[in-house]
């Protein structure tokens, strides 16, 4: 593999937050890492480590202190709708309908009319099956129903890079299976947004059973203590024994 | 002279001060009752409407009487205090009130689930969460104090007029004696003094509360250019044991606060009931047999105000409470266009909200006799200006409110909300329209309530202007205009009735209009049920 194959590209990022009290805490230290292209990447590490920070650096919403982006080879200066971030706890806004928490995402565009814009937002609707919701609010949807609108509007863009920020962390195990399957499924179709993944979670099983690579941090400041490539067959058997070893392996290098 | 002007800025603050930590105090116990029970709600609101309707002018001088009788050493200190009490008091009290109503469900309901009791749940949830609702209407609470210092430090008793000693008094003495150079240092005196207690209490009252916000705008962290940052730290640690000082304050405050005072079980319905119906048998106990021996007098005091009422003219009266509603919503109007888009724009831009709000501090407390003189003279010069003059006057009075109110509004859109906008590059007035209004419209309207109150009782005094001896007043017909030309002509019945009408007038606006704008509101924008 070589470098042009990279998607998006992070070399030597730094940043921190200052404090209340003038001291800047150390969040990311020289950070190094690329995302290539067609790939879906792991990223699992300590609570409080970083990650979310970094995805915020990918989606073009911080820019580090120091270091340099690159997206599709030149220098990343802010958002793009070609890199979708899906937030922690999606900020869904209450007095929106479903359907137009994710036409908000296409709200700015001028490139497509009213009616393209709407067509895409029913085909988003359906495909993470929230067909009869458009009108409801989101404090009338369960947990699960609410990731999804969220990942809806995530796609509509059409995004070339989904940036997923613990996408299951609250949800219960069986929505969350079904929420990781329309995700691959998603990323596998070539049709379909987005091109490659970047999916932070504390759920080693999860990621063990969607990415191809996985990227290991420290604690605070935030360093790469290992890669671990999975090269397991897709559909992933979680029931395996290639799989129990592999989620042992990132468990062992979290601990 | 110097030493007079510092003496006089000295108790003119001391005055401010008592006043306010009474409205705070005072504000906190209706605010968050208010907020938490639907009981107290219908009473306790209601009766702030009232209160706040009633023209303070109007039932001042009473005050002032009862109290210099009662306590002829320091009455008419007490009064002077309750004065500024009554305009600082409204815009802590609905934004208490705001902040108790919009505390998340789910956070009440942990507080239901851990068996929190009352006293607990006041320390660690209500007040901690109404404290940055306090801590942004200090401002505009404090630019109202000083716009009526005058006022409230001038009493009028019959005949006599008594000042009490501050910079209020001082500076309209100077201004009688055309000692100019006088004016000029008691201002200057008065605007340092304000930016001093801006910067050292104001501002680190402010960022401390915002540990106790929901929802914050965390700063854009490490986009800060290294010489400001520079700077920033430096100032930061001028700033640190200012910093400590103001939270070992705030603590203090905290135990200080009456908390032991509300008695728990006062929130038992039944103890409640039980208060009602003393009171009210007590009341009519004590008050029956004295209505019943003088019922001759009453009777005769009714028939006279209802004569008064039939000698104005009804359609008279309703005109000119036309043309003064009119008038209030043309302020209202004014307000808020002036408020929403200089608002928005300092939340846009924090850095040059951190360098303007300290200016507009000082251009909010400028005192009202100041600006007399730009007032009177567009009242001489036609009658449009005029009418642009009685409106100037009165959206001076409140729009501090609306302002401060939109601001707050403004400060609790969360982060992530703002980075969604900026993933999907919405416009200025996309971003504005979506996310910045929707979050902002409960403590908008609040602010437009409490400006409301304020725009009515200046109406009294903006449509009829005396300055120096000389009386303007504008042209077309108004219930203000009305009721300060009986009050001169000493016609206490007709200025009973206007006073009825303006009041219950105000009442079912505030309740038709306003309350049901706010109820509908909250409801619409689903703010309880906040994903
Ligand atoms: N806006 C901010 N201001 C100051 N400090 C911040 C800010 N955002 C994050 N931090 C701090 O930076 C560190 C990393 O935060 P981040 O959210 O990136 O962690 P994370 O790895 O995503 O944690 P988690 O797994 O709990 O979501 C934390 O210590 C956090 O306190
Ligand atoms: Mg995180």
Not at chain 1, 77 to 97: A, C, D, E, K, V
Not at chain 2, 297 to 315: E, F, H, Q, Y
Not at chain 2, 344 to 366: G, N
């Amino acid at each position: 593999m070589n470098k042009s194959e990279a998607l998006l590209e992070l070399r030597d990022v730094s940043h921190g937050y200052s404090l209340r009290a003038g001291a800047t805490l150390r969040v990311i230290e020289n950070l190094s890492l690329e995302v290539r292209f067609n790939e879906f990447l792991g990223i699992v590490g300590p609570s409080g480590c970083g990650k979310s920070t970094i995805l915020r650096i990918m989606a073009g919403l911080i820019k580090p202190l120091s270091g340099v982006v690159t997206f599709r080879g030149s220098i990343l200066n802010g958002t793009t709708p070609r890199i979708s971030l899906m937030h922690q706890i999606p900020p869904l806004l209450p007095w929106l309908t479903v359907r137009e928490n994710i036409a908000l995402a296409l709200i700015a565009r001028d490139d497509l009319t009213e009616e393209e814009k709407r067509l895409k937002v029913t085909q988003f609707l359906e495909l993470v099956e929230l067909t009869g919701y458009d009108s409801a609010y989101p404090y009338e949807l369960s947990g699960g129903m609410k990731q999804r609108v969220a990942l809806a509007r995530a796609l509509v863009t059409d995004p070339d890079l989904l940036l997923l920020d613990e996408p299951f962390s609250n949800l219960d195990p069986l929505t969350s299976l079904s929420l990781s399957r329309e995700i691959e499924y998603m990323w596998l179709e070539s049709t379909l947004p987005p091109i490659s993944v970047v999916m932070v979670s504390h759920n080693i099983e999860e990621v063990v059973m969607l990415a191809d690579r996985i990227i290991v941090l420290g604690s605070r400041p935030a360093r790469i203590l290992a890669e671990v490539p999975i090269e397991m067959q897709r559909p992933r058997n979680k029931k395996s024994e290639e799989f129990y070893r592999l989620v042992d392996e990132v468990f062992s290098l979290i601990s | 002279m110097l030493w007079e002007i510092i003496t006089a800025v000295t108790l003119s603050w001391a005055r401010i001060a008592a006043a306010i930590i009474l409205s705070v105090s005072a504000a906190l116990v209706v605010g968050i009752y208010s907020g938490i029970s639907r009981r107290v709600d219908r009473i306790a609101i209601p009766v702030l409407d009232v209160l706040q309707s009633v023209p303070i002018l109007g039932f001042f001088p009473i005050a002032v009487y009862i109290l210099a009788k009662a306590i002829p050493s320091v009455g008419y200190e007490i009064a002077s205090i309750f004065l500024i009490f009554t305009c600082t008091f409204w815009n802590l009290a609905f934004g208490v009130y705001e902040g108790a109503r919009s505390i998340p469900q789910t956070v009440l309901e942990v507080a239901e689930l851990s068996k929190l009791s009352h006293t607990e749940r006041l320390r660690k949830i209500y007040i901690p969460a109404t404290f940055p609702k306090v801590a942004d209407q200090l401002p505009a609470s404090l630019a109202n104090a000083f716009y009526f210092l005058a006022a409230s430090e001038v009493m009028a008793l019959g005949e006599a007029e008594v000042r009490v000693a501050g910079i209020g008094t001082l500076i309209l003495r100077y201004q009688e004696i055309g000692n100019y150079e006088g004016i000029v240092l008691g201002i200057l005196a008065t605007a340092l003094s304000i930016a001093a207690v801006y910067l050292l209490i104001l501002t680190p009252i402010i960022s401390y509360s915002d540990k106790y916000r929901f929802d914050v705008i965390k700063p854009a962290a490490g986009a800060t250019p290294s010489l400001l940052r520079g700077l920033y730290s430096r100032f930061k640690s001028i700033q640190a044991p200012l910093k400590v000082e103001s939270r070992r304050i705030s603590e203090a405050a905290q135990r200080l606060l009456p908390t032991q005072f509300v008695n728990v079980k006062y929130m038992r319905s039944d103890l409640m009931r039980l208060l009602l119906i003393i009171f009210i048998v007590a009341s009519l106990v004590l008050l029956v047999p004295r209505i019943y021996a003088n019922m001759d007098d009453v009777w005769a005091a009714i028939m006279s105000v209802a004569a008064a009422g039939l000698r104005l003219g009804l359609t008279n009266v309703g005109e000119a409470l036309a043309y003064s509603f009119l008038r209030v919503l043309a302020c209202l109007a004014l307000m808020t266009a002036f408020s929403i888009p200089l608002a928005y724009f300092m939340s846009e831009k924090p850095r040059i909200r951190a360098s303007l709000l300290p200016a507009l501090q000082m251009l909010a407390a400028m005192p009202s006799p100041l600006i007399f003189p730009i007032i009177s003279s567009l009242f001489e010069a036609g009658a449009l200006t005029r009418e642009l003059g009685a409106l100037l006057l009165m959206a001076l009075g409140s729009i501090w409110y609306v302002f401060y109110s939109t601001l707050s509004g403004f400060s609790r859109v969360h982060s992530e909300y703002l980075e969604l906008a900026e993933m999907y590059k919405l416009s200025s007035v996309q971003r504005f329209r979506y996310i910045y209004i929707p979050f902002a419209t409960p403590s908008l309207v609040t602010g437009l309530i409490t400006a409301t109150g304020g725009a009515w009782n200046t109406v009294i005094v903006a449509e009829r202007l005396g300055e120096g001896g000389a009386i303007f007043e504008v042209y077309s017909p108004g219930l203000g205009k009305m009721m300060s030309t009986l009050a001169e002509m000493a016609d206490t019945a007709g200025l009973v009735f206007t006073v009825i009408v303006m009041t219950v007038f105000v009442i079912l606006v505030n309740r038709l209009l306003w309350r049901a704008l706010y109820d509908y509101s909250i409801r619409a924008l689903r703010i309880h049920e906040q994903v």
